[in-house]
């Protein structure tokens, strides 16, 4: 589309079921109550000019340039905090009020640099606007006191602040407190005096608090707050609707474009995951998609030792095409399988599946969510019947009281992040069950109504015991359970919880959480009204990941805590793409729609539609396929879009497996650590260059726009369909909604979707159905999805990985808002610059132990491997516990994690693992060698010098 | 850890969080049946029962017969 501003209706939309009918200008409009006049104009399509006042804030009421004649009252109010009312006539443009608004904009003109034509904002400056609406054709003030000249803060490595532009409207503030909830902005001084600062006055931008949303950026109405991309290229020309390929909230934004170059990011308002917010990675960190380290060019070699040889697709494809079948037919067909990834598409996932299942004749397929949330698959779905959240993310709007386990969301999920903290701050009440002291248990005008600081690996035991006190103190909601759950299995449930053995008293020891905190958060829950848990990797990565699920599933039940909003049970999902991967039959066990590969029905529902023979079988999961591989059984594989050795468990067994595999085909962006074990190297595009769809963690499917050509050529899908062609698959779709469309002819949950639906609707949640045509923001309304609700008893069974003298701290790991995942995005970005290095927090008393200080290099110690990095001593962490990151392949804090997994998924206990900490004066043999293998891998002919 | 020692590790697992079930051996089974690849299954089977506990002793005794 031809570039357009998103609209300003200037101050929020009310809420109110009621209207009110007013006139404005001679026009009746007729609007919710609440609204205030400047919105009924705007709705009206009367702008009314403003400066001070956007739509993404309260309104404020200080530029005096929105007012407005009302007859009947005197003087000339407000028009964004004057509320409208009943018969109310408003009259927007008279002699009096160009006369004042005149005044008050020579007033702001006569203290602004008058360098329009230079400016970065120039054409896109509501400043600029606004003096042009006002009719203002001279400034009569002469020179002096003023703003100009003052020093720029570029400090931060997206945007500049330029105070000498600033007109003190407070936008920038108020964004940070009212839409991000960090605080980091204040106005200094008073008066002429005032200005706006991060932080104290001897903060600059990237020094002070401030997480780089760019919401500030996006309120700001002239150029004091500016993108440096902004200012390097000028401003867009056209702007593409599109999501975010980073974390599972699934912001949409405006790609905002001139030619084929991305000029910004700016979050989509009428986006319902982000509802027009962002966070430093999607708004800002999408420099990678252009960096240089990209491979454009296919790649093979016959072995890891050579360097890699720059080919053409067809020579790339023949040659992965001839590989995969010697191998299936020198081993057999179970030789081979896929990974599918939660970076990509639906649709480029579906086309992985499709092809180890209908191509390679296995179901060895699976998805980086089993390292992840596999627990959440099979949990949800024993107990409610769905392998998905309950809820929509507005649904948190109506909670009372917010349980967070195992999730750090303003790091993690930072869009909904603020929009939980939003709701804190309206009063809802705050459980925090973790090992670390997050910033949602303390956090400016946040506060923790209870902080469980739960022992790593021991969640089971905290849950029973909250579903403890609920029982024994008779908090259970039990007209929901005999509704709408299986009473036996509830009295069976029931009848475990009460059991002495499962009270916070005799269970403190286990959890290391007093017990009273424990019965008073499970009484605030119980009782504190609408109950909502939210939870995430701090649930799934442990050896009872499921049983946790199951717990939590239990407690919503047992409170009757489902099938409304403000309730639910919410699983925030890492990758993007984490739900949709699922969805799309990733899994080795089942179809898409999570439907078993064994049930006949829905295998020859697929084997018409393809035209192939499925085998009835489960197929690997990914640990298994590697330790198939070191077994000698499994030769070759297909991995899209993911990083096995960086982000899977024990890097020297992923290695192993790599290593003995005659043929790993890498479909990547960039030469990622797996690769290193590759021998076919098939560049992957950029979410900026494909069309197709992402699922979010509210199962909301929203539109993948392609704003650009792939610098590879090809998007990633006709990749995976170049390589079946070459498999003899017939294979010819041309365009990703053909693939939606058989999605949704296989999977009923996705029946009513298709790309032309979502460009209409910009978004459905699944199931999209003949019983939900429209989707279902909220799951099991009126029952569950499985029939009756199931409680499983889930008893507190301790991890094998066990401290002791060699290895006595537990090491948990977890992720930090600046990277994602395993950087192999963010790292090509400026996000560096707050976390270039993985470190180790460690509590002071186990720092003075060791003789730690912060900064020192310290060996990390299990039994599956050593790495070495630097200590951060703080005591966010409890004695006894340590805590990393694993952004860096320098790191490679998964060379510690162990082989250890769930018991019913095989999600590894990355959060659990035994660990010594000592001074270290170097890197790990591991990382010696391990660095030493990787330069020697990431060797490249050019196919110029080969020739 | 070689795949046998995993699986029989893995078969363990599953069997105490399946204490609980009304049939904790039948439960086991089916859960390995649904989850397990041919290959793995096959191992487990012809496993003698080495560092099984008796609950996933008697599952791999069902599966035994079932296939």
Redesign the interface.
């Known amino acids: 589309m031809t570039y357009q501003p998103q609209a300003d209706f200037g101050t929020p939309a009310s809420r109110a079921d009621e209207t009110v009918t007013l006139t404005i200008d001679g026009r009746a409009v007729t609007v919710p109550a609440g609204s205030s006049v400047m919105r009924a104009a705007a709705e009206q399509g009367t702008a009314i000019p403003k400066l001070c006042a956007t739509d993404m804030l309260e309104s404020f009421g200080s530029c005096r340039l929105c007012l407005v004649e009302i007859e009947g009252r005197k003087g000339t109010p407000a028009s964004c905090t004057t509320p409208v009312e009943p018969g109310m006539v408003v009259h927007t443009q008279t002699p009096r009020l160009q006369q004042l608004r005149k005044g008050v904009m020579e007033l702001y003109i006569s203290d602004h640099p008058l360098d329009c034509l230079t400016c970065a904002a120039n054409g896109d400056c509501e400043l600029q606007d606004q003096a042009g609406a006002v009719g203002l054709r001279e400034v009569r003030y002469p020179a002096g006191d003023n703003h100009l000249g003052q020093c720029k803060d570029i400090s931060n490595p997206y945007f500049d602040f330029d105070p000498s532009k600033c007109i003190t409207c407070s936008r920038c503030v108020r964004a940070c407190d009212e839409v991000q909830g960090t605080l980091a902005l204040t106005v200094q001084g008073r008066g002429f005096g005032s200005k706006i600062s991060a932080g104290l006055a001897s903060d600059d931008f990237l020094g002070s608090e401030c997480v780089s949303c760019g919401a500030c950026v996006q309120a700001c109405p002239t150029a004091t707050l500016v993108e440096k991309k902004v200012v390097e290229i000028g401003t867009p020309e056209r702007a593409v609707v599109t999501t975010c390929a980073y974390c599972g909230v699934g912001c949409t934004f405006r790609a905002e474009m001139r030619g084929e170059q991305l000029v910004r990011m700016v979050p989509w308002k009428e986006g319902k995951a982000n509802r027009g917010h962002s966070c430093v990675k999607g708004r800002f960190a999408w420099g990678y998609a252009q960096h240089q380290d990209r491979i454009l060019k296919p790649m093979i070699r016959a072995s890891i030792d050579q360097p890699w040889r720059e080919v053409e697709w067809d020579e790339a494809m023949a040659y992965a095409a001839s590989e995969l079948k010697r191998i299936s037919a020198t081993y057999g067909k179970h030789a081979l399988g896929g990974i599918t990834s939660s970076r990509c598409t639906n649709e480029e996932t579906f086309l992985v599946q499709k092809l180890v299942r209908a191509g390679f004749g296995n179901n060895n397929v699976d998805t980086c969510a089993r390292v992840c949330h596999s627990p959440t698959g099979y949990g949800l779905k024993t107990t409610f019947g769905t392998s998905a959240g309950t809820q929509d993310f507005d649904s948190v709007e109506d909670s009372d009281v917010i349980l967070v386990i195992g999730a750090n969301p303003t790091d993690a999920h930072p869009v909904f992040g603020s929009r939980m903290k939003q709701r804190l701050r309206q009063g809802a009440r705050l459980i925090v069950i973790d090992p670390r002291r997050t910033d949602m248990v303390r956090s400016p005008h946040i506060a923790a109504d209870y902080h469980l600081p739960v022992r790593p690996g021991t969640n089971v035991a905290i849950l029973t015991a909250l579903a403890h006190v609920i029982v024994t103190e008779g908090l259970a909601d039990d007209e929901f359970i005999r509704e709408r759950c299986d009473e036996d299995e509830y009295r069976h449930w029931a009848d475990f919880v009460a059991l002495d053995r499962n009270s916070p008293e005799t269970l403190e020891p286990v959890t290391g959480v007093a017990a009273d905190l424990v019965r008073g958060a499970a009484r605030l829950y119980a009782t504190g009204g609408n109950g909502a848990i939210y939870y995430g990797l701090g649930v799934t990565e442990h050896s009872q990941g499921s049983s946790t699920v199951m717990a939590i599933a239990n407690l919503a039940m047992a409170t009757g805590n489902i099938g409304r909003r403000g309730v639910g049970v919410n699983p925030l999902r890492g990758q993007n793409n984490v739900q949709g991967a699922c969805d799309m039959g990733s899994f080795p066990h089942e179809l898409s729609g999570y439907r078993h590969i064994s049930d006949k029905a829905v295998r020859d529902l697929f084997e018409r539609d393809w035209g192939v023979s499925l085998d009835p079988e489960p197929g690997l999961r990914i640990p298994n396929m590697l330790d198939a591989a070191t077994d000698g059984v499994f030769k070759a594989i297909y991995i899209q879009g993911e990083d096995i050795l960086q982000s899977d468990p024990n890097t020297a067994h992923v290695a192993a497996g790599l290593a003995a595999m005659e043929c790993v085909i890498v479909h990547d962006l960039f030469l990622n650590e797996t690769a290193n074990y590759a021998h076919i190297f098939l560049p992957g595009s950029t979410f900026l260059e494909k069309d197709g769809t992402f699922t979010n963690a509210e199962r909301r499917i929203q539109l993948v726009r392609k704003v650009m050509s792939p610098l590879n050529g090809h998007e990633d899908w006709q990749v995976t369909q170049m390589l079946a062609r070459a498999l003899g698959l017939d294979w010819a779709y041309t365009h990703p909604s053909e693939i939606m469309d058989e999605i949704a002819r296989l999977t009923p949950s996705f029946k009513g979707v298709s790309h032309q639906r979502l460009d209409a609707e910009a978004s459905l949640q699944w199931p999209v159905d003949d019983k939900h045509p429209d989707g279902s923001p909220i799951m099991h309304v009126d029952g569950f999805v499985r029939g009756k609700g199931k409680f499983v008893v889930t008893d507190y069974v301790p991890t094998d990985e066990k401290t002791g003298p060699r290895f006595p701290l537990l090491l948990t790991t977890g992720r930090i808002l600046s990277q994602y995942n395993v950087g192999a995005q963010t790292r090509r970005t400026a996000n560096e610059v707050w976390h270039d290095e993985d470190v180790l927090e460690i509590h002071p008393v186990d720092a003075e132990d060791r003789g730690v200080r912060t900064g020192n290099w310290v060996k990390l110690a299990s039994r599956a491997g050593a790495t070495t990095l630097r200590a951060l001593v703080t005591d966010r962490v409890a004695p006894g516990v340590v805590y990393t990151t694993f952004h860096h392949p320098e790191t490679q804090a998964n060379v510690v994690t162990t082989d250890y997994s769930d018991w019913a998924t095989n999600c590894p206990e990355y959060k659990v693992t035994a660990v010594q900490v000592a001074p270290s004066n170097g890197p790990s043999d591991w990382q010696q060698d391990y660095q030493a293998q990787s330069t020697r891998s990431r060797r490249i002919v050019q196919r110029d010098a080969a020739e | 850890?070689?795949?046998l020692d995993?699986l029989i590790?893995?078969a363990n697992?599953?069997a105490?969080?399946l204490?609980?079930e009304p049939d904790p051996a039948a439960a086991t089974a089916e859960?390995i049946h649904?989850?397990?690849?041919?290959?793995?299954k096959q191992m487990i089977r012809a496993h003698d029962g080495t560092g099984l506990c008796p609950v996933a002793q008697a599952a791999i005794a069902r599966l035994a017969m079932a296939a």
């Open positions: 850890m070689n795949s995993t590790r893995m697992q599953i105490t969080n204490a609980h859960h649904l989850f397990w690849d041919p290959r793995m």
